[in-house]
Every structure is written in structure tokens, then in C-alpha cells.
């Protein structure tokens, strides 16, 4: 497995901005998709963005399309979530996650290591 740990979380106001980083060790992180996912209170984990191993592929949860950008940089072993445009329902834990195969995609269920998560609060 991968090691990850995220940071770059906090309190921002609405239309604000904040970009989260995961930082990875252990497997080689290069080979791996990337995956961010979060979880409101009371709510299930759901899926937010992932990017191929490569970079070259992307996919968004329409709810952040058009304001989170994800991206990675394999030689600092480190992915990020550039967040913009905030909103109040963007509150949530953010996790990271890696994907063994990696090819980008939503599916929970193929990511087999993830990360402590970083905690984003949007409110005035």
C-alpha cells in the first residue's frame, strides 16, 4: 500500500478558496490513480474528483465541476485539490485515495489506500 496524508484544509468564507495537498510514501506513487473524496456530517462519503496515473485523465462530481481543479505532481509524490468558488455544502471531511491500477475513476470501491482525511469548513 500507499502512504497518504492530506493537508491544506480549514475554515474559509464562501467564495472563497483553499487547495488541499496529499502528500504519498511507500508504493510508488507514480503508478496510481488519484482519487479525492469527501464526508459531510451525517452524510455518506461521495466522490469529488480523480486523475490518472499519468495526469492525462480527469473526472469531476458535477457538483464541483467547474470549480475544483485536481492535478498531481509525480516527482514530489504529492496530488492536489485547488478548490475555487466555495460554497457551504462544500463542508466536509477531504480524503485522499489511491488507486492501484492506475486509471481515474469514481468507484470507491477500487481505491485501496487512503489517506486521514483534512477537514473544510466554508462559513461566514
Known amino acids: 500500500q500507499v502512504q497518504l496524508v492530506e493537508s491544506g484544509g480549514g475554515l474559509v468564507q464562501p467564495g472563497g478558496s483553499l487547495r488541499l495537498s496529499c502528500a504519498a510514501s511507500?508504493?510508488?506513487?507514480?503508478?496510481?490513480?488519484v482519487g479525492w473524496f469527501r464526508q459531510a456530517p451525517g452524510k455518506e462519503r461521495e466522490f469529488v474528483a480523480s486523475i490518472s496515473r499519468s495526469g492525462g485523465t480527469t473526472y469531476y462530481a458535477d457538483s464541483v465541476k467547474g470549480r475544483f481543479t485536481i492535478s498531481r505532481d509525480n516527482a514530489k509524490n504529492t496530488a492536489y485539490l485547488q478548490m475555487n468558488s466555495l460554497k457551504p455544502e462544500d463542508t466536509a471531511v477531504y480524503y485522499c485515495?489511491?488507486?492501484?491500477?492506475?486509471?481515474?475513476?469514481?468507484?470507491?470501491?477500487?481505491?485501496?489506500?487512503w489517506g486521514q482525511g483534512t477537514l473544510v469548513t466554508v462559513s461566514s
Open positions: 511507500g508504493r510508488t506513487f507514480s503508478s496510481n490513480a
Open positions: 485515495a489511491a488507486e492501484l491500477d492506475g486509471f481515474a475513476t469514481s468507484q470507491m470501491s477500487r481505491y485501496d489506500s
